[in-house]
């Protein structure tokens, strides 16, 4: 099944947002396999959002994901990358609908809680930039047959 990286931001972190957070996915049906609370450097984020680098506000949006912890989540599921993905709403978050993340959370374009991947070559890439293969924990769920069509699985 497809998987997709999370970033809880450091601001839903400090926010008391995080649980909160982690909670849609998993009502929504994701699966977590990999989870963990680190500080991102400099140089990780100059790699993880180097299509920004010429925009006025990279140093500010670099500071940002610096000013605290982060959460990184793996999500697994059923087309889970474009589903994480509208789920958290809009980049900016002034014009993110109500009931995403962001549109619930936030009105910044750039402190909008969650860092979400954008297609599932993507998700392939930023996986690999933060998690090792011993990150992961593979584990049975039972609910499977519940939640999906066995073409889904
Ligand atoms: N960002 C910002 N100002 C902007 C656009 C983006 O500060 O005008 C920040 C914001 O935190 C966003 C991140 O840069 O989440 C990455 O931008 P991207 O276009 O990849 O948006 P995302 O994939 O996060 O929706
Ligand atoms: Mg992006």
């Known amino acids: 099944m497809e998987r997709?990286?999370?970033?809880?931001?450091?601001?839903?972190?400090?926010?008391?947002?995080?649980?909160?957070?982690?909670?849609?996915?998993?009502?929504?049906?994701?699966?977590?396999?990999?989870?963990?609370?680190?500080?991102?450097?400099?140089e990780v984020l100059d790699v993880?959002?180097?299509?920004?680098?010429?925009?006025?506000?990279?140093?500010?949006?670099?500071?940002?994901?610096?000013a605290a912890p982060v959460i990184l989540c793996c999500w697994e599921g059923h087309c889970a990358v474009q589903v994480v993905r509208d789920m958290a709403g809009a980049t900016r978050a002034s014009k993110a609908v109500p009931g995403t993340i962001r549109g619930d959370y936030s009105t910044s374009a750039q402190e909008n809680i969650v860092h979400t991947s954008d297609s599932p070559e993507n998700a392939a890439i930023e996986l690999e930039r933060f998690f090792v293969e011993s990150d992961y924990c593979f584990y049975d769920s039972p609910l499977d047959a519940f939640k999906y069509a066995p073409d889904e699985i």
């Open 4 to 42: 997709t990286l999370v970033i809880l931001k450091p601001g839903c972190l400090q926010r008391g947002l995080a649980g909160e957070v982690i909670s849609r996915f998993e009502k929504r049906g994701l699966k977590l396999v990999a989870m963990k609370m680190v500080r991102l450097t400099d």
């Open 48 to 66: 993880h959002y180097a299509h920004l680098k010429d925009k006025p506000f990279f140093q500010w949006l670099k500071d940002g994901m610096m």
